[in-house]
């Protein structure tokens, strides 16, 4: 939280309405460094306005008998810091848990139920937090996987299109073809062929 530059701004077409405070000495101190935040200067989507309003009205009231109100209130925003690090911690390593997962089934066909039941999450709980995460849905995520490692195979061994596509656990060729063309811009065969020319002119 200390000695760190910060960068912020808001959109001009929804702007902020900004409440700022600064908080300095031994409490805050300790409470830094007992909730661990000592090196976490951002904290992604965490709502703290009602808190801070709550120690701005006390501070125009000027009442200097609030010393117990006021540590409540900081309490209870470093527990709310705190709480948003380890969910943070939590949802990312779920992610590389659910992204490892994944990569064991390239080669496999993708049953959306088996990913769900090693985290133990609902399918719409998965499909979102994966989402949220990495930006696109669990089966584009193998389906992306899939055609990075055709596009190898095509280039790397002498396999049909047709034993790559069951290699892969597409329905079949054509199937394979259309997703590959609709994700490299070319047929397989016509990747396969550029590449090869390419290998050749070099």
């Not at 909730?35 to 200067?41: C, E, V």
């Not at 696109?136 to 596009?151: D, G, R």
């Not at 259309?178 to 047929?187: D, H, L, Q, V, Y």
């Amino acid at each position: 939280m200390y000695d760190k530059d910060h960068y912020y701004f808001s959109n001009p077409d929804d702007p902020w309405k900004k409440y700022f405070i600064n908080v300095s000495g031994k409490l805050v101190e300790n409470l830094t460094e007992g909730y661990g935040l000592s090196s976490t200067a951002h904290f992604v989507g965490l709502d703290l306005g009602g808190e801070i309003k709550e120690i701005i009205e006390i501070a125009r009231r000027g009442d200097m008998d609030n010393t117990q109100e006021l540590i409540s209130i900081l309490n209870k925003i470093f527990f709310k810091m705190h709480k948003s690090i380890k969910k943070e911690e939590e949802i990312s390593g779920l992610g590389a848990e659910m992204k490892d997962f994944l990569n064991t089934q390239i080669t496999s066909k993708f049953h959306m139920e088996l990913l769900c039941k090693h985290i133990s999450r609902s399918e719409s709980q998965t499909i979102r937090l994966f989402k949220k995460i990495f930006g696109i849905t669990p089966y584009t995520y193998v389906l992306n996987k899939k055609i990075s490692f055709a596009k190898k195979l095509l280039i790397d061994t002498s396999l049909s299109v047709k034993e790559i596509a069951t290699k892969l656990c597409f329905s079949d060729e054509y199937y394979f073809s259309n997703i590959f063309k609709e994700k490299a811009g070319c047929s397989p065969s016509q990747y396969r062929r550029s590449h090869r020319e390419n290998n050749y002119k070099s």
